[in-house]
C-alpha cells in the first residue's frame, strides 16, 4: 500500500510541475542518488542504535 501512495503522489507532483511548466529541481540522476542516500540513512540509523547499545551493555 506504501508504495501505491508513493507512486500517486509522485504522479501527482509531477502533473503539478507539467501544468506549471516548471522543471524539477534536480535531474533525475542526482534525485535517485539523493533518495539512495536517504534510504541508506534510514537503515543505519536503527544498526548504529544496536552498535551503541551494544557497547554501552
Known amino acids: ?3 501505491l501512495i508513493s507512486l500517486v503522489i509522485g504522479l501527482g507532483v509531477g502533473l503539478l510541475y507539467g501544468a506549471l511548466d516548471f ?11 539523493g533518495l539512495l542516500g536517504m534510504l541508506a540513512g534510514e537503515q543505519l540509523w536503527p544498526m548504529g542504535r544496536q552498535l551503541v547499545t551494544g557497547w554501552i551493555s
Do not use: D, E
Open 23 to 33: 522543471r524539477s529541481p534536480a535531474p533525475p540522476a542526482i534525485a535517485l542518488v
Open 1 to 3: 500500500m506504501s508504495y
